[in-house]
């Protein structure tokens, strides 16, 4: 079995900063990518930055310059930090993963939990 587990988010105000961590665990072989995705209350869930096993990552428009995602190999964790947060970041952030699972060398994805960033004055 695999889970992925978040953690990191909470009320912050505008300006200020998160970091938010999700660890990949159980039967993993390879992990090709990790990323995060936010959706807002009445919006579509949307892309926020993913890296792959390479190292390349990609980052929506809207968070460019504030936020970096980083990883972990050998803790299979992906991190979000994210600075100078903007009330319309506000969302639930879910941790995403693309992987092999070492029990039948299939590929799976799975998602996290979510994790709740609220930015307000």
């Known amino acids: 079995q695999v889970q992925l587990v978040e953690s990191g988010g909470g009320l912050v105000q505008p300006g200020g900063s998160l970091r938010l961590s999700c660890a990949a665990s159980?039967?993993?072989?390879?992990?090709?990518?990790m990323g995060w995705y936010r959706q807002a209350p009445g919006k579509q869930r949307e892309l926020v930055a993913m890296?792959?096993?390479?190292?390349?990552?990609n980052y929506v428009d809207s968070v460019k310059g504030r936020f970096t995602i980083s990883r972990d190999n050998a803790k299979n964790t992906v991190y979000l930090q994210m600075n100078s947060l903007k009330p319309e970041d506000t969302a639930v952030y879910y941790c995403?993963?693309?992987?092999?699972?070492?029990?039948?060398?299939?590929?799976?994805?799975?998602w996290g939990q979510g994790t709740q960033v609220t930015v307000s004055s």
């Open positions: 890296i792959t096993s390479g190292g390349s990552t």
């Open positions: 159980g039967s993993i072989f390879r992990i090709n990518a």
């Open positions: 995403h993963a693309s992987l092999i699972r070492r029990d039948s060398y299939a590929n799976y994805a799975y």
